[in-house]
């Protein structure tokens, strides 16, 4: 993995920006996965102005975002349909029919990880993925656990999850489920881009960039994948 420490979220937002909008570049029917939470919004907005300054198109790509709350209706305001059309859908050019998210609410959690993996490898397989880091080290909603996963499936957050995503719920309590792709799946992407800023993400990188390949925390796979970008703050790469 190349790790590259930057000074600003902003400037960090711009680097990892600029390698989604060079990948749709030179490919205009690029499949991109996306990934929701705080630490993706400067490369959204990135994306969204070089796409408002005509530099790309997003009008062929498909996307495929990696989690979404299960018992929570898509069109409610905290679940990840809405983040993501708030946040980067509305502000793009991007066809809405090449949009793909997990079902929360689909009644057998077996058959809809069957139908993402489909339409996944039906648009030809993820050209780049965004991550993020949680605190414990998971990435998308893979917790720690005693095994990797493989794909999407049905996972019960942990105590640490809640605490960190519960600010951001006021009418409802937050849902203690989620549908998330599963490390094989996000592995299979031709090339990866994690973010990390912040002091509360200092441990869980220093675990994924010091330490084992260990489920116990789930980012650190990503040792073992043959193209991926690990881009810091001087706050998250602390502990180095
Ligand atoms: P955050 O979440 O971007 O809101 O910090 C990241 C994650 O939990 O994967």
Not at 147 to 153: C, I, L, P
Not at 218 to 237: G, M, N, R, Y
């Amino acid at each position: 993995m190349k790790v590259i420490t930057m000074n600003t979220a902003a400037e960090i937002g711009a680097a990892a920006g600029s390698m989604f909008v060079q990948t749709v570049q030179n490919k205009e029917n690029a499949v991109l996965g996306l990934a929701t939470g705080a630490t993706p919004l400067p490369t959204y907005d990135y994306m969204a102005q070089a796409c408002a300054r005509g530099e790309v198109s997003f009008k062929k790509v498909s996307t495929f975002n990696l989690d979404e709350y299960c018992d929570l209706p898509q069109s409610h305001k905290n679940s990840y349909f809405t983040f993501m059309s708030e946040n980067l859908f509305s502000r793009i050019d991007v066809d809405m029919q090449n949009v793909h998210f997990l079902n929360g609410n689909a009644p057998d959690a077996e058959a809809e990880s069957r139908r993402y993996a489909a339409e996944i490898e039906a648009a030809g397989g993820i050209d780049i993925q965004f991550l993020g880091i949680g605190r414990n080290g998971h990435i998308a909603f893979n917790e720690p656990s005693d095994k990797f996963t493989n794909d999407a499936f049905k996972v019960h957050l942990t105590e640490s999850t809640i605490e960190a995503n519960s600010i951001y719920f006021d009418d409802v309590p937050m849902p203690h489920y989620a549908m998330t792709m599963g490390i094989g799946s996000i592995m299979r992407a031709k090339k990866i881009v994690l973010v990390a800023t912040g002091k509360s993400k200092a441990e869980a990188v220093r675990a994924m960039i010091c330490g084992d390949i260990d489920p116990h925390c789930p980012a650190s796979i990503l040792k073992a994948h043959p193209d991926c970008t690990i881009f810091l703050d001087e706050d998250a790469a602390s502990l180095l």
